[in-house]
């Protein structure tokens, strides 16, 4: 089984409508990570968390907000969803920040 | 300003021919480190390596090795004998440590290797 997953993989969706990502990770890890990757611009952080109680916003946390139910879940809202969140959006875990990130398979979100 | 640059967007190459990916970073942290990523058509991200600042020495895995150069802030990487398996995106990333160890990402050389 995949140490990082996130659902759903394919989500088609209309501009307004509240839309949740989920990911969870087996890893046992305290550090996990949001980020959207669009054509060009490469991998942009949009929150991150180092812990259950601790909430970060990153580069292009803007019309984002998440939530951190437990240890291994992370979840990302999009409250009204827009036409421009249209992306690849991965999830990632660090057991440290300075090590490497372990990403999800990615979610990737149509916003009509 | 981008903290990361990779300066090609896209290469494409024969098949058995050597490449080299470039990445420039900009950091005022002396303790930061730099990584490199895969990401094959199939979409997910794949760890290849990670160095830190206070490790210049060069590393070869295989076909792949870094050339790390704090003078030139540059952590560039090289396929030797490239095969058509090599084709994806490669994306170079720092974590400083002044910043939290935030990923900041290139926006990612996309190579072709034409068999």
């Known amino acids: 089984d995949a140490d990082v997953t996130q659902t759903p993989r394919n989500r088609i969706t209309k501009t307004g409508k509240r839309i949740m990502l989920e990911c969870s990770q087996t890893k046992g890890h305290d550090r996990m990570y949001w980020y959207r990757q669009d054509p060009g611009l490469g991998l942009r952080l949009i929150y991150y968390s180092f812990d259950v109680k601790d909430i970060n916003k990153g580069e292009i946390s803007d019309g984002y907000s998440v939530s951190r139910q437990a240890q291994a879940k992370f979840s990302l809202s999009l409250e009204s969803a827009i036409p421009n969140q249209t992306a690849l959006y991965f999830c990632a875990t660090s057991d440290v920040s300075y090590n490497e990130q372990f990403f999800g398979p990615g979610t990737r979100l149509t916003v009509l | 300003a981008q903290k990361v640059t990779q300066a090609q967007t896209e290469i494409s190459v024969v098949e058995k021919e050597d490449v080299t990916l470039d990445c420039v970073y900009e950091?005022?942290?002396?303790?930061?480190?730099l990584f490199w990523y895969k990401q094959p058509p199939s979409g997910e991200l794949v760890f290849l390596i990670r160095?830190?600042?206070?490790?210049?020495q060069n590393e070869i895995s295989g076909r792949y090795s870094w050339n790390f150069q704090k003078s030139t802030s540059s952590f560039n990487f090289t396929i030797t004998a490239s095969q058509v398996v090599d084709s994806a995106v490669y994306f170079c990333a720092l974590s400083e440590a002044f910043t939290g160890n935030q990923f900041y990402f290139g926006t990612g050389t996309s190579l072709t290797v034409i068999p």
């Open positions: 950091t005022r942290d002396t303790t930061y480190y």
């Open positions: 160095r830190n600042s206070f490790d210049e």
